[in-house]
C-alpha cells in the first residue's frame, strides 16, 4: 500500500507519464504509439494536402495569368479592329479616288479630232472714203464745195470729188502681189408702197472708173493705195431722170462707186489672200443729196495655220484604266459594305452598353444556358418587351456574351419553368 501511495505520489509529481516516459534511457513522445502504417499515411496525407495547395495555387496563378491574358488579347483585338477599321476608312478614300483617276484617264485615252491654229502673221487693214461736192457758181454758198455728211440740193451740185485709200500693214515684211480698181455701179430698184415688189430691182448699170492695176511690194509690212475719182453726177442723174420717165415706175436710184483690193502673198509657206473693198453711195433723181460710206473703216485680221488632228485611241492607256477601274470598283463596293458593317457594329456596341449599364440590377452574366428539357423556345423582338417580361415575372434576365467579336451573338434570357424567352442582339434603334 506504501509502495503504492508512494507510486501516487510521484504521479502527482509527474502527470505527463501517458506522454513522456522512457524505456532503457530512450524518451518516448506524444504520438510515437501510431502505427507505423498510420504513420506513413498521415506523412503521406500530408504531402498530398501540400502538393494540392501547390497545386490549387499554381491553378490560381495560371487562371489569373489567363484571366490577364484574356483581357491582354482583348484589348490587343479591339486595337487591331479599331486599326482595321481605319485601314477600311483609308483604303475607301484611295479606291476612290483611283475611281475618278481611272475615269479620267478613260477618258483622256479617248482623244477627238481637233483643229489647231498658229497665228503666223497679224495685219491691220485700214480702208477710207474722203469726198467733197463741188458747187456750180452761185450767190449763196460762201465756199465752192461742201464737205463730208452735208446735204446738197441737186441744183447745185457740179460734180463729186471722191478720195479712196486703201492701208495694209503687217506685223512683218512681205513680199506681195496686189491689185485693185475703181468700179460703179447704178442700181434702181421699185419703190411702189405697198406693193409686194416695193425694193425689187428694176435696173443696173456698171461703170469702170479706174482700170485694174497690178502691183508688186517687196520687203515691205504692206500696202499703201491712194486714188481719186471725180463723178459728174449731171450725166448719171440725167441718166436715171430719163429711164424714169420711160419706165413711168416710181423708183429709187443709186450710184455706188467702189475701190476693191485683192493681195496675196506667201507666209512660210502659208498662202495670204487678202480681199477688200470701201464704198460711196450718191443717190440719184432726187431733190436733194446726203451721201454715205460703206467700210470706211479699221479691221484687224491675222493669218493662221490651221491643222487637222485626226481622232485617236490609246489602246494601251485604255487598257489599263479599264482594269485599275474595274480593281477600284470591287474594292469600294467591298468597302462600303466593311464600313456599314463598321457603323453598325458601333451602333450594336452602343445599344448594348447601354443596356448593360441602365438594367444592371436586373441582367445576370452567365456561361451558358441551364438545361431546360423540353422548353419553348419564344423569340422576342426588343429588349423593351425583355424588361416588360421581367416586370411581369419578377424573374432575372440571364445575358450570355458572344465568344467572338460579333455584338449579334449576345443573347439574353429569362427563364419561367418550361419556358425560354430569348432576345438576341440587333441594331435597330429603341426607346427603353
Same mark, same amino acid.
Given at each position: 500500500?506504501?509502495?503504492?501511495?508512494?507510486?501516487?505520489?510521484?504521479?502527482?509529481?509527474?502527470?505527463? +507519464?501517458?506522454?513522456?516516459?522512457?524505456?532503457?534511457?530512450?524518451?518516448?513522445?506524444?504520438?510515437?504509439?501510431?502505427?507505423?502504417?498510420?504513420?506513413?499515411?498521415?506523412? #503521406?496525407?500530408?504531402?498530398?494536402? %501540400?502538393?494540392?495547395?501547390?497545386?490549387?495555387?499554381?491553378?490560381?496563378?495560371?487562371?489569373?495569368?489567363?484571366?490577364?491574358?484574356?483581357?491582354?488579347?482583348?484589348?490587343?483585338?479591339?486595337?487591331?479592329k479599331?486599326?482595321?477599321?481605319?485601314?477600311?476608312?483609308?483604303?475607301?478614300?484611295?479606291?476612290?479616288?483611283?475611281l %475618278?483617276?481611272?475615269?479620267?484617264?478613260?477618258?483622256?485615252?479617248?482623244?477627238?479630232?481637233?483643229?489647231?491654229?498658229?497665228?503666223?502673221?497679224?495685219? =491691220?487693214?485700214?480702208?477710207?472714203?474722203?469726198?467733197?461736192?463741188?458747187?456750180?457758181?452761185?450767190?449763196? &454758198?460762201?465756199?465752192?464745195?461742201?464737205?463730208?455728211? /452735208?446735204?446738197v440740193?441737186?441744183?447745185?451740185?457740179?460734180? +463729186?470729188?471722191?478720195?479712196?485709200?486703201?492701208?495694209?500693214?503687217?506685223?512683218?515684211?512681205?513680199?506681195?502681189? *496686189?491689185? *485693185?480698181?475703181?468700179?460703179?455701179?447704178?442700181?434702181?430698184?421699185?419703190?411702189?408702197?405697198?406693193?409686194?415688189?416695193?425694193?425689187?430691182?428694176?435696173?443696173?448699170?456698171? *461703170?469702170?472708173?479706174v482700170?485694174?492695176?497690178?502691183?508688186?511690194?517687196?520687203?515691205?509690212?504692206? &500696202?499703201?493705195?491712194?486714188?481719186?475719182?471725180?463723178?459728174?453726177?449731171?450725166? &448719171?442723174?440725167?441718166?436715171?431722170?430719163?429711164?424714169?420717165?420711160?419706165?413711168?415706175?416710181?423708183?429709187?436710184?443709186?450710184?455706188?462707186?467702189?475701190?476693191?483690193?485683192?493681195?496675196?502673198?506667201d507666209?512660210?509657206?502659208?498662202?495670204? =489672200? #487678202?480681199?477688200?473693198?470701201?464704198?460711196?453711195e450718191?443717190?440719184?433723181? %432726187?431733190?436733194?443729196?446726203?451721201?454715205?460710206?460703206e467700210?470706211?473703216?479699221?479691221?484687224?485680221?491675222?493669218?493662221?495655220?490651221?491643222?487637222?488632228?485626226?481622232?485617236?485611241?490609246?489602246?494601251?492607256?485604255?487598257?489599263?484604266?479599264?482594269?485599275?477601274?474595274?480593281?477600284?470598283?470591287?474594292?469600294? %463596293?467591298?468597302?462600303?459594305?466593311?464600313?456599314?458593317?463598321?457603323? /453598325?457594329?458601333?451602333s450594336?456596341?452602343?445599344?448594348?452598353?447601354?443596356?448593360?449599364?441602365?438594367? =444592371?440590377?436586373?441582367?445576370?452574366? +452567365?456561361?451558358?444556358?441551364?438545361?431546360v428539357?423540353?422548353?419553348?423556345?419564344?423569340?422576342?423582338?426588343?429588349?423593351?418587351?425583355?424588361?416588360?417580361?421581367?416586370?411581369?415575372?419578377?424573374?432575372?434576365?440571364?445575358?450570355?456574351?458572344?465568344?467572338?467579336?460579333?455584338?449579334?451573338?449576345?443573347?439574353?434570357?429569362?427563364?419561367?419553368?418550361?419556358?425560354?424567352?430569348? *432576345?438576341?442582339?440587333?441594331?435597330?434603334?429603341?426607346?427603353?
Open positions: 500500500m506504501r509502495k503504492f501511495d508512494e507510486f501516487d505520489d510521484d504521479a502527482t509529481r509527474d502527470d505527463d +507519464i501517458f506522454n513522456n516516459f522512457s524505456v532503457n534511457d530512450h524518451v518516448f513522445k506524444d504520438g510515437d504509439f501510431i502505427p507505423k502504417e498510420e504513420k506513413e499515411d498521415k506523412k #503521406e496525407h500530408n504531402v498530398e494536402n %501540400v502538393k494540392e495547395d501547390f497545386m490549387e495555387e499554381k491553378v490560381a496563378k495560371e487562371d489569373n495569368k489567363m484571366k490577364r491574358e484574356k483581357s491582354n488579347n482583348t484589348e490587343k483585338n479591339n486595337g487591331y479599331l486599326s482595321k477599321d481605319f485601314i477600311k476608312i483609308i483604303g475607301l478614300t484611295v479606291s476612290g479616288l483611283l %475618278v483617276l481611272s475615269l479620267l484617264t478613260m477618258a483622256k485615252s479617248f482623244v477627238p479630232a481637233q483643229k489647231t491654229e498658229d497665228v503666223i502673221l497679224s495685219y =491691220n487693214v485700214t480702208n477710207s472714203a474722203d469726198y467733197r461736192v463741188n458747187l456750180v457758181e452761185n450767190n449763196f &454758198y460762201e465756199t465752192p464745195f461742201l464737205g463730208k455728211g /452735208e446735204l440740193p441737186v441744183t447745185f451740185i457740179d460734180d +463729186i470729188e471722191i478720195d479712196f485709200s486703201s492701208f495694209l500693214s503687217a506685223n512683218t515684211q512681205l513680199d506681195m502681189n *496686189y491689185n *485693185y480698181s475703181i468700179t460703179g455701179n447704178i442700181t434702181a430698184t421699185a419703190s411702189d408702197n405697198g406693193q409686194e415688189d416695193s425694193g425689187g430691182k428694176i435696173w443696173t448699170k456698171n *461703170y469702170t472708173f482700170e485694174p492695176k497690178s502691183l508688186t511690194s517687196n520687203g515691205s509690212t504692206g &500696202y499703201n493705195i491712194q486714188e481719186k475719182v471725180t463723178i459728174d453726177y449731171k450725166t &448719171y442723174n440725167d441718166l436715171v431722170n430719163q429711164y424714169k420717165l420711160k419706165a413711168a415706175v416710181p423708183m429709187d436710184a443709186v450710184l455706188t462707186v467702189t475701190l476693191n483690193v485683192e493681195a496675196n502673198s507666209v512660210n509657206g502659208t498662202a495670204l =489672200n #487678202e480681199s477688200n473693198s470701201v464704198s460711196v450718191i443717190p440719184l433723181s %432726187v431733190s436733194t443729196v446726203m451721201i454715205t460710206e467700210g470706211d473703216d479699221t479691221t484687224p485680221k491675222t493669218l493662221v495655220n490651221s491643222e487637222e488632228i485626226p481622232a485617236s485611241r490609246n489602246y494601251v492607256l485604255l487598257g489599263i484604266s479599264i482594269v485599275i477601274f474595274l480593281g477600284s470598283l470591287a474594292a469600294t %463596293v467591298y468597302l462600303l459594305r466593311g464600313l456599314r458593317k463598321m457603323t /453598325e457594329d458601333h450594336l456596341l452602343i445599344k448594348f452598353n447601354k443596356i448593360m449599364r441602365d438594367y =444592371n440590377q436586373v441582367i445576370v452574366e +452567365i456561361e451558358e444556358l441551364p438545361n428539357p423540353n422548353a419553348a423556345v419564344i423569340e422576342v423582338k426588343t429588349f423593351k418587351d425583355m424588361l416588360d417580361i421581367q416586370k411581369e415575372l419578377h424573374l432575372p434576365i440571364m445575358c450570355s456574351k458572344a465568344k467572338d467579336d460579333d455584338l449579334t451573338n449576345n443573347v439574353f434570357y429569362i427563364v419561367n419553368q418550361n419556358q425560354i424567352f430569348k *432576345y438576341r442582339m440587333n441594331a435597330e434603334p429603341e426607346r427603353f
